[in-house]
């Protein structure tokens, strides 16, 4: 029998939660849209002539645009930080203890569009420890490994009933990844510019490609840095901070972006150069803006 259309689900497709959280709603019927999460609303803007319910998660509606794009939206479903302005509307549900796949797989079986299995559960708690980066994520961790290797192609098809154990090749192809990124994140860890300000610790990554970006802030936060800024090749920047700086908070503010205390992204302005230069003088910036002295 063919599957009822429910509408369509607005996710980020290049982070293992909104890939998961893609899943979920394709097996409910729903119809992925994907976008980075700094283009969400020129995203939910063009679906509008569309009919349909729209639903959103692992991703939100800046607080400046909700008044006008609510009517449009079905149910928001994120766990960003920068979504906390829309916590207290009937329409959202905004839960930072809980990943963006895991809220879109509670919602599912609220209304009873799936129904509770092992394997359903296992893969979102496999992604959750993963993407909010707790104890026991290893299994999160070579799930998003196999992920960004193979592409959601794949992972849809492989993960479309929840989680199932990988075949032989895929472990092969496991343990090649593994020894790839141990010598991307060397490289990069001996290739990234750091700036001392104050008390703080500052440390900048240019990268050529895509790649295990949490792994190399991890590195580097191990040596004691207090902010990892990424400049990435298509002028996105993301940023991995310690306690002392909210990350959420610098993205909203420097790069129209937004997400996590301790993990955001945004957007470098069209007209700006992606370049060396241009990372030394964004961390240049923010350590001035930190209000203290450089030593």
């Known amino acids: 029998m063919e599957q009822q259309k429910r509408g369509f689900l607005i996710t980020h497709q290049h982070c293992l939660d909104g890939?998961?959280?893609a899943v979920v709603g394709i097996s409910c019927g729903?119809?992925?849209v994907f976008c980075e999460p700094d283009r969400v609303v020129p995203t939910l803007e063009s679906l509008l002539p569309e009919p349909g319910a729209v639903y959103l998660a692992d991703v939100s509606v800046p607080a400046q645009h909700w008044e006008r794009l609510r009517q449009c939206v079905t149910h928001l479903l994120d766990h960003h930080?920068?979504?906390?302005?829309?916590?207290?509307d009937i329409k959202t549900t905004i839960d930072m203890s809980r990943s963006g796949c895991h809220l879109m797989y509670a919602y599912a079986l609220d209304q009873g569009w799936l129904q509770p299995?092992?394997?359903?559960q296992r893969l979102v708690h496999a992604v959750e420890r993963y993407d909010l980066w707790l104890p026991d994520h290893i299994e999160g961790q070579n799930l998003n490994r196999l992920f960004h290797a193979k592409g959601f192609t794949w992972f849809q098809q492989r993960?479309?009933?929840g989680w199932t154990p990988y075949t032989p090749s895929e472990g092969e192809e496991l343990a090649v990844l593994i020894r790839e990124e141990q010598d991307f994140v060397l490289h990069h860890v001996q290739q990234a510019?750091?700036?001392?300000?104050?008390?703080?610790?500052?440390?900048?990554?240019?990268?050529?490609a895509e790649g295990p970006v949490n792994e190399v802030a991890h590195a580097l936060q191990s040596q004691g840095v207090d902010l990892v800024l990424f400049l990435k090749p298509d002028g996105r920047v993301s940023a991995r901070t310690s306690q002392k700086v909210d990350a959420a908070r610098l993205m909203e503010t420097r790069f129209a972006g937004g997400g996590h205390a301790r993990a955001a992204g945004g957007r470098l302005p069209s007209d700006t150069m992606v370049s060396a230069d241009t990372l030394h003088a964004l961390l240049e910036d923010i350590g001035q803006s930190l209000g203290v002295t450089a030593l």
Not at 81 to 88: E, G, I, T, V
Not at 198 to 204: D, E, I, M, Q
Request: net charge negative; hydrophobic share 50%; aromatic share 10%.
């Open 81 to 88: 930080q920068s979504a906390l302005p829309l916590q207290d």
């Open 30 to 32: 729903l119809t992925p």
């Open 193 to 208: 510019e750091l700036l001392y300000v104050g008390s703080y610790r500052l440390a900048g990554v240019l990268l050529e």
């Open 19 to 21: 890939a998961t959280a």
């Open 159 to 161: 993960f479309s009933s």
């Open 117 to 120: 299995t092992i394997a359903w």
